[in-house]
């Protein structure tokens, strides 16, 4: 009952209820000493991912790793192996903890090495990892790196999957954040009208930037405790690129009109097309609120 009410929480998309659950349905399972064979293995995991979803990523780095464990005693397959050391290693580099970033990397490396075994090479098991690794590289600031291995993951998803695929727009989009960030605002460019090719025309797109930065908080108003919001519009040109930026309304926008300009001319958008086309937008608007923490 416990197992059949977690399946029904997931597809409800209630990962709370779904996590608690899988969490009863496996602590009654202990008890009954099962054997520690392909199911038992795999209930682990699927406790792991419901912890992954609410985040607890603590909880989902134990599972696995127990899995994992029990995988390597009982001589899995190595596909089991592998996306284990998948999961593992992106957990850690979800928990945002210095520390975890080079235990990422290493399960990481390892789901790469047992991908190219099970699959051969440019899988996308091995795709997988590499973006994540190329996170890694772009929280040190190695942008060349990053970029070099995103635009390898890229090649990847492109060779098989269908065009439009989330993972493809992913990649597109970081790739946009690694070039700017290496100041190479050309590259950015291509990827952002990569953005626009690729995705579902069908469907209504939020204008979400595929690069920002934060603004300053400006000294006149941090030295005084001033708050404040602006929102801004402005124009999406051809390569994604913010023109002709005004105000639409603000609180205390003299303080902070000049950081808020400077910045949002820094956003990058995918352009927007008509009839195969690429156009500029107008009036696509953005707020940037500035609060004291």
Not at 18 to 41: E, M, R
Request: glycine share 4%.
């Amino acid at each position: 009952m416990s197992l059949k009410l977690a399946n029904l929480a997931t597809k409800l998309r209630n990962y709370k209820e779904a996590a608690k659950y899988y969490q009863i349905h496996f602590d009654l399972t202990q008890s009954l000493s099962p054997p520690k064979d392909i199911n038992y293995i795999y209930s682990l995991s699927r406790l792991g991912n419901a912890y992954k979803k609410i985040r607890k990523h603590n909880k989902a780095i134990k599972n696995f790793k127990t899995a994992y464990s029990f995988a390597l005693d009982s001589k899995s397959e190595i596909k089991t192996l592998a996306h284990l050391e998948l999961k593992i290693g992106e957990q850690y580099l979800m928990s945002h903890k210095t520390t975890s970033v080079r235990k990422a990397a290493k399960y990481l490396k390892l789901a790469i090495e047992n991908s190219i075994k099970i699959y051969g090479k440019n899988n996308i098991l091995e795709a997988q990892a590499l973006f994540l690794i190329a996170k890694i590289d772009t929280s040190k600031k190695r942008y060349n790196i990053a970029s070099e291995r995103l635009e390898n993951v890229l090649s990847i998803y492109k060779s098989k999957l269908k065009k439009g695929n989330v993972n493809i727009l992913q990649t597109h989009a970081f790739l946009v954040n690694t070039y700017e960030k290496s100041g190479n605002s050309d590259k950015a460019t291509e990827h952002c009208i990569a953005v626009a090719e690729e995705r579902d025309l069908s469907k209504d797109m939020e204008w979400t930037p595929l690069f920002r930065t934060q603004p300053n908080y400006p000294a006149g108003a941090a030295n005084n405790d001033i708050e404040g919001y602006m929102i801004v519009e402005f124009t999406v040109n051809k390569s994604g690129q913010v023109r002709n930026v005004k105000t639409i309304d603000h609180k205390n926008g003299r303080y902070f009109k000049k950081s808020v300009y400077q910045t949002i001319k820094k956003y990058r958008y995918a352009p927007s097309t008509k009839n195969g086309e690429l156009i500029s937008t107008d009036g696509v608007r953005n707020k940037i609120i500035f609060k004291m923490h």
